[in-house]
């Protein structure tokens, strides 16, 4: 591949080249960690390591944590324990008891909200929560859609394709005071905001190795010591009995180099990026006009920015810049082969050419200051020309 | 490194043809409009007809869409143009399709819009000047050979039926369901009934 400037680390990051070092190295510890003899000890110390180093970053312990095989797994795993739970606790005379209740918001991750989709079919009753223009989600309607059935609350920390950060302490207490569980989706905060568990005061919390910086394939659950976790894959004792299968043992070892990386560059690494998502901004303010921003100015993750050019629509944009090595992603439709413009978008306003017409921008470790003004550079002209080749830009 | 598009839907995206830079200079004889920015695709097209030929000598457009969108509406007003109104108003999507040398699947409907702008044109410039449309077409064409069916049966199968989705259709038709070579037509014009239908229930709901 050419070298390309890279502005989607919200999709997917590459891997850091110590994560790749340690990688290559695991490669050849091929034990089953599960074997008693050497082979397989030295895999399970190096877990053991991987395990305490997630935990340490979020401020839990290592027996909270479950490695998954993706953020989505993750996010499943929460909700098939909700479900479960409930079903494997009732008697047949109960079954009016267990009435499942669950409040989400409108622009959490599709394995949040069609997973939800799914047990609707299998009779649990969802809330899916308004967000108010800037994407945020209101302490209030929270609070007011709690029922006596209400089982679970899950909505993500920072949202991934407008950036704004949600008030998860705050609704953790209002999950508190009603006795219900509460989850977050953490995939899109970690390693760009503080994370600390017991602050926050949640039950579990999703993570997912490729957008740290990781590979693809590996997960991380957290699951509160309060709570019982039931397995969404049965069949065997690996991580704590919680989820059966050979451990990805390459991808849990990564993960754990990966987040120890986080610990030490997280906090120069972020101011620097917010510098530049700074820099990014204005400088669209300076020179397109007729242009939106979506999400919160303010409450929002350092390295995301999220725009709406009007009157063209986005796959153009996304080609065009393609074609002068640009990486980005955009809301509309036509993208990506679903005819849905982006959910997140239109719960923000309800113009879908709002949403055709977004891009986003979300920068990484890699990214630098000249890439930046590269962009700046060769943007404008692409958005002037497809608006001179617009019915819609008549001025 | 391949690109999901054709070179020929690459060199219409990059450099369209015949953009419509000046409308009160280019003083059209029929404007057509389709589609909206709702639902992410939406074109003008503007000709030049010659009257006593009734030739199309100019045509020029604007789009708001994807790159199918634009490059279907930039190849489609180079093939108007030099077009008698009549071989105009045949244009399909499946002949779009062929000068772009394909579309993705899911792409398809992109360029269903294209020649409904022309013909939208067209009828334009037919009504301006009080002439009769002699070119509306019945839908007796074939489409799929191996098993007779016509245009008419797709549209059918949509409008009363309610298809939308090729699968549907084929439950309805068993269309392409013999040697198959006629399922990118199939579901191009399957497109075409079901922008048309939408369309009009737009207009209903609007009355």
């Known amino acids: 591949m050419d070298k390309i400037v890279y502005l989607d680390n919200n999709a997917t990051t590459p891997i850091h080249p110590e994560v790749r070092k340690a990688m290559i190295e695991a490669i050849d510890y091929y034990g089953n960690p599960s074997s008693m003899h050497q082979a397989g000890r030295i895999v399970s110390d190096a877990i053991v390591d991987a395990r305490k180093i997630v935990s340490n970053f979020i401020n839990a312990n290592s027996k909270e944590i479950l490695f998954t095989g993706s953020g989505s797994e993750s996010n499943n795993t929460v909700l098939n324990n909700v479900f479960s739970n409930c079903k494997k606790n009732i008697s047949d005379t109960d079954s009016d008891k267990c009435k499942i209740h669950i409040i989400t918001s409108a622009i959490e991750h599709p394995s949040i909200l069609e997973t939800l989709e799914h047990y609707e079919t299998l009779g649990v009753e969802v809330t899916y929560l308004p967000v108010d223009e800037f994407g945020m989600v209101r302490l209030q309607d929270v609070e007011e859609a709690i029922r006596p059935s209400t089982k679970l609350i899950t909505i993500m920390l920072a949202n991934n394709e407008i950036g704004t950060i949600q008030p998860i302490k705050e609704i953790a207490k209002i999950a508190r005071k009603h006795n219900v569980l509460i989850h977050t989706d953490a995939v899109q905060a970690t390693g760009k905001i503080n994370i600390d568990v017991k602050d926050l005061d949640v039950d579990f919390l999703t993570m997912s190795g490729h957008k740290i910086y990781a590979p693809k394939g590996v997960g991380v659950l957290y699951v509160n010591s309060k709570n019982k976790l039931y397995p969404l894959i049965y069949g065997g004792h690996q991580e704590n009995k919680w989820r059966a299968g050979t451990e990805n043992t390459i991808g849990i070892i990564a993960m754990g180099r990966a987040f120890e990386l986080l610990s030490e560059e997280m906090e120069t690494e972020m101011a620097r990026e917010k510098k530049l998502i700074g820099k990014l901004k204005q400088g669209f303010i300076d020179k397109v006009p007729y242009i939106s921003i979506n999400g919160h100015p303010e409450i929002s993750l350092p390295n995301t920015l999220n725009i709406t050019f009007d009157y063209i629509e986005g796959e153009s944009i996304l080609l065009y810049a393609d074609m002068e090595g640009i990486a980005v992603s955009t809301g509309s439709a036509c993208s990506t082969g679903s005819l849905e413009p982006s959910h997140v978008i239109m719960a923000i306003e309800s113009r879908p050419e709002r949403a055709h017409g977004s891009v986003r921008f979300s920068i990484g470790r890699n990214n630098t200051e000249e890439e930046i003004d590269y962009v700046l550079e060769k943007f404008p002209p692409i958005i002037e020309k497809l608006r001179k080749l617009s019915p819609l830009y008549n001025i | ?207």
């Open chain 2, 1 to 207: 490194m391949s690109w999901v598009y054709s070179d020929k839907v690459k060199d219409h995206f990059t450099n369209p043809k015949n953009i419509l830079e000046n409308e009160a200079e280019f003083n059209a004889d029929g404007k057509g409009d389709v589609g909206n920015a709702v639902c992410g695709d939406m074109m003008i097209m503007v000709i030049k007809v010659d009257k006593e030929k009734q030739i199309i000598t100019d045509c020029k457009w604007k789009t708001y869409g994807c790159a199918s969108a634009i490059s279907s509406t930039s190849v489609l007003s180079e093939m108007a143009i030099g077009l008698t109104l009549e071989e105009a108003y045949q244009i399909k999507p499946k002949h779009i399709l062929k000068e772009l040398d394909g579309l993705p699947n899911h792409k398809v409907h992109c360029s269903v819009l294209g020649d409904r702008a022309l013909r939208s044109a067209i009828d334009d410039y037919l009504q301006r000047n009080n002439l009769p449309n002699t070119f509306k077409e019945t839908n007796t064409e074939i489409i799929c050979k191996c098993l007779n069916i016509s245009r008419n049966e797709i549209k059918i199968a949509v409008v009363e039926r309610g298809a939308r989705t090729f699968e549907e259709l084929q439950g309805f038709t068993k269309i392409g369901t013999s040697c198959g070579s006629c399922i990118p037509e199939a579901r191009a014009v399957m497109e075409e009934f079901i922008q048309e239908q939408e369309e009009e229930e737009e207009k209903m709901k609007k009355k």
